[in-house]
């Protein structure tokens, strides 16, 4: 994804990493089709006549040159645009002096990249059941990611169903979850720190959302919720990338959407939440899915509710649960019951998940793929500082 406004997984790790490796994040490419259906990415159809980026000393953006749509349905067009994608990586990289790089890729049809830019190590960092959006043909994602799975030197995956699904395809996968930027999502609990403006005035319990509002996310469910209890209000703070629902959603006068809202604002909305909300849909990609909000609002002290979703097995206690209408209301009366105890423990817990130990355990994890790959013949690797 691009690199800004809303932080996930991706712009967290790599903003940790020692300073004496040098990145460069590739951004989303758009299609060629894209700013015909989005007229905002407009912006981005000559952006990659820039180059690289700086975005602080050792970490540079690119964003790549448009491609053809369609390259999770057809094969051929992907690996069209992987060669494409391949052509403009190498030139950027030779400009910025690289040599041997390695290779960490989010997406499965990166199995047409892999090994076409001479990387030292390959790491495939899997965080959804790709085969599971909408839209995409789910037999060729499988296809392209077991393909991935096989040439990676190292497999990292957030959830344990993702653990038991791609473990038979390469010998070298770790767990490695999703965590919280503690100390900023922290700031919700500063009594000095104001309240943002735009929610400021709601009365009543305040419900909050952070995070992108895509199809997996349970609208419906909190349209039902927002209805049957007008004394409750509704806060959705993220931008809107699913258009289903959303105008039921937006026809309430008990519900709020902000659109996006930088890293270092949403404290100033949580300090408003009373209970925070982690509504999936049920299906494919909330049974495999690792959300790394729930790891936020935990840092924050705020109570949080959720449906039903395998991950939740390591929070009990920690989260309330419910399902359907009815549980999801009762879930959220139980939680509006917060006490101080509870609330120490959330924060006592999520020490234990910040981005900068998960960092450590990526790069211990990266040395030793690196020896593990140097004593099978493929000369000296420098571990990481």
Known sequence: MDFDPLWARTQQLVWRMPASNRIIYV?????????????????KWGQWRQGLRVRKEN???????????FANRWRWVNRLNQAILARALK???WQAGFSEPILITYLPNSADLALRLGEKLLIYDCVDEHSAFQGFNAALVRQMEIELLQKADLVLVTAQPLYDDKSPYNPNIHLLRNAADVENFRRALDPELPVASDVADLTGPVLGFIGRIKEWIDLALLGEVARKRPDWHLVLVGPVEYDADVAALQGLANVTFTGARDKEELPAYLKKFDVCLNPFRPGRLSQAVNPLKLYEYLASGKPVVSTPMPELDMLEGLVEIGAGEAGFIAAIERALADTPEKQHQRL??????????????????IDQAGQQKEGQGDGPFVPLP
């Open 27 to 43: 951004e989303t490419p758009i299609s060629i089709l894209s700013p015909l259906r989005d007229r905002s990415l407009w912006s």
């Open 91 to 93: 030139k950027v990289a």
């Open 59 to 69: 970490l540079y953006l690119y964003s790549p040159p448009p491609l053809l749509p």
């Open 348 to 365: 006592e817990f999520v020490k234990e998940h910040s981005w900068e130990k998960r960092v450590d355990e990526m790069c211990r994890l």
